[in-house]
């Protein structure tokens, strides 16, 4: 127990004696939090659109009235001919062209429709994705007001509610996926750099010619991780509920024993790959491109995994980030618990057993 | 027998770096294996110490096989790898306490094995051991290399890239170390290190060349070898070269070391000839044989 | 016969900070001579070294280099000069023709050249075998003899060596110096940094550095002689222990 102990000081020793990994270790969560709270964000403020009106009519004055009056839309500007739409365009500020069609009110009353041309600015997809949602949401509500005393038999009005997430806080969605990735991060790619490093520096073997069993090298690497892993998985939660005001909904005591099982797992992974790694810059590149790429990539973090191709939704289904994000946001988010969530658990535990059973076998007693 | 190397062989993919090599260190013996960079002596040190498996061939340290008992051979041997495998932004102190922690010790518990070296980096004991000179650092890996009172001590290249004084001091304190019984297998590039060895090997390619006391080594040469002198040196070089009697010529320091072919050598003869080449202020002395004469001849 | 110098340094300084790590150096070297620059580690030759070939800007002092200023023409010094060291010589993963087609492209060498000199070098070391090998391939005395004639490609005036033959064996070693000599003998200058004092014994005179100042400078008999020693070694051993 002695020399367990005496292996862990020195660990520490390293880690707060190297600045660059110290920065990585505190630096990292915040800044990415920060960066995805504030910066990186779904949601659309103020885009400026334009309008071709070719009726000007009542109806069409209500219209946009509404729709400059929300606050997602701005700066109207008005246009007089389909000309002027590609040059619109090409000035780069404006996102989407609202056409209005002539003879728009006698249309809407005579023939019970009339046609709206919504054009968006499609090089950026999400943006005027939501553009569009929003501009059909205004238009609908417009629909039912006019048509409030008018009863028309058999019309299907949809309701969309944005349920857990009521106002589309796109932090709230972030917020899992940083802490999947600063989870990665610090358990995995620093546990292989700093095995590979004592490879490098050749102290690994000066470890391997000691009475140290294999398990107690790699148990003292591994501890002091946890240890400041569970640290930032703690300053993430803490940043988001304070700064941002994510509600956690279901059990803290689940969420950390969930985080914990992840660390474990991930730990594992950044063993694993130190065992076949040699340098540290293998190290570095492997855990980059082998975990972290994968994580951000297809484990339902940015991009949703039912829009992934087969074969990706296949690849994200053996990522344990995949299982840890939906945990996350099942009791962040929708306050459930194992009576739910224990299919995904038993998974993440299955992958952890597996991988740290494989880096223990893999671990070398010996140089080759 | 303290270590015992039975028919070693051993390759890396089609690079053969041991063939066939066998020879045994006596118990509280200083022995030193002399050969240059790419002659085995780190895969030999490797072996020994359980880190590599041998192809062929069985080895034992301590009575202890290196295959089987690895584990009490970790036990019981001091390793100095080839370069300075400290941690670097652990200081002084810190470094010998972790090595004696995971040998399950401690440095007042073995501090008089240590004493002697430690006394000269204790000043420093605050400082990192990344900032410390060449022969600091070599001074504090003997240090954590001896914490534990191992009884077979390896050193691997300890010299190598340390100044002249460093060197010396190293090798007095090795002898020191002997004297209280621990067996010392060390491995040097330099062959003027071997005279406080009490026996050495020399090894080149993977292949012993011979393994005995430095002085009977030096006594097996066959030959007489001359130190020749003149104004120039590689126009003395040329000229020998195209002497028919030669047998060796090498560059030492200012001179050349030359061996005839004949058993009845004669230096006038020879004089005579290098100032046919040209040759000005030439000097032919019988001189002393050194390790490193021998090694090249049988290297030949 | 004149004998000119090729490099004349006179009070070469160069401080980091506070810390002065080459002090008010002066010496001179005679073409065709072969002068050993000595010292412990971290004594300050490596400094002083990459002042006179032209990669570090010297504080004070004066140096000429093959005829070239330190501080004005530092590119003419490179162009003249050649370079070798222990640590890095040449491409591992890069065929022995490979090696020699790029170092003397750097050189400016023409296509021409560079076949005529290939074959010239080849010949020499005996290379004809493993000109399409990569060099990792080579056993390490090969590859440092075919990195001393690869730094000689472009004639240089003066070629610098960062300790050549540490750890090589005597064999190769001694093939080694009988290439030195030759150079010397054709009348490059040959300037070998070293920490092994037997590599000194080989040179025309030495210096020996210590915390950056030039303690001794002569050639190793008279060196030992004054010392009354026996060896370099124990001239540094004597000079280190003051």
Known sequence: MKRFIGFIKKEFYHIFRDKRSLFILFGMPIAQIMLFGFAITNEINNVDIAILDKSKDVTTQEIINKISSSKYFSNKQLIENEAEIASVFKKGKVKAVLIFENDFSKKLIKENKATIQIITDATDPNTANTISNFTNSILHNYQQEINKDIKIAYQIIPQTQMAYNAELKSVFMFVPGVMTIILMLVSAMMTSISITKEKELGTMEILLVSPLKPFQVIIGKVVPYIFLSVINAIVIIVLSIFIFKMPVQGSLIMLGAESILFIINALSLGILISTFSETQQTAMLVSFMGLLLPVMLLSGFIFPISSLPNILQIISTIIPATWYIIILKGIMLKGVGLAILWKETLILLGMTVFFMALSIKKYKIRLE | MSIKIEHISKSFKDVSALKDISFEVKEGELFGLIGPDGAGKTTLFRILTTLLIADEGMATVAGYDAIKNYKDIRNHVGYMPGRFSLYQDLTVEENLEFFATIFGTTVEENYDLIKDIYIQIEPFKKRRSGKLSGGMKQKLALSCALIHKPKVLFLDEPTTGVDPVSRKEFWEMLKRLQQKGITILVSTPYMDETALCDRIALIQDGKILEVDTPQEIINHYPKKIYNIKADKMYELILALNAYEHNHSIYPFGEYVHYTDKRGDFNPTELIQFLEGKGLKNISIQPTETTIEDTFMELAR | ?242
């Open chain 3, 1 to 242: 016969m004149k004998q000119t110098n090729v490099i004349k340094v006179e009070n070469l300084t160069k401080m980091f900070g506070d810390f002065t790590a080459v002090n008010a150096v002066s010496f001179e070297v005679k073409k065709g001579e072969i002068f050993g620059f000595l010292g412990a580690n971290g004594a300050g030759k490596t400094t002083a070294m990459k002042m006179l070939i032209g990669i570090s800007t010297p504080t004070s002092g004066d140096a000429q280099v093959a005829g070239f200023d330190v501080y004005k023409n530092p590119d003419d010094i490179k162009k003249n000069i050649g370079y070798m060291s222990q640590k890095f010589a040449l491409y591992d993963d890069l065929t022995v023709k490979e090696n020699i087609t790029f170092f003397g492209g750097i050189y400016g060498l023409s296509r021409h050249q560079i076949k005529e000199k290939r074959c010239q070098l080849v010949e020499e070391l005996g290379l004809q075998e493993v000109v399409n090998e990569l060099v990792s391939s080579l056993p390490l005395g090969w590859k440092q003899k075919l990195a001393f004639s690869v730094a000689l490609l472009h004639d240089p005036k003066i070629i610098f060596l960062d300790e050549p033959t540490g750890g090589v064996d005597p064999i190769t070693r001694r093939q080694f110096w009988e290439m030195i000599y030759k150079t010397a003998h054709n009348g490059t200058t040959v300037f070998v940094t070293t920490h092994y004092m037997d590599e000194a014994e080989y040179c025309d005179r030495v210096s020996i550095m210590v915390d950056g100042k030039i303690e001794a400078l002569d050639s190793p008999k008279k060196l030992k002689e004054h010392f009354n020693v026996a060896s370099m070694n124990d001239v540094f051993l004597k000079l280190a222990r003051g």
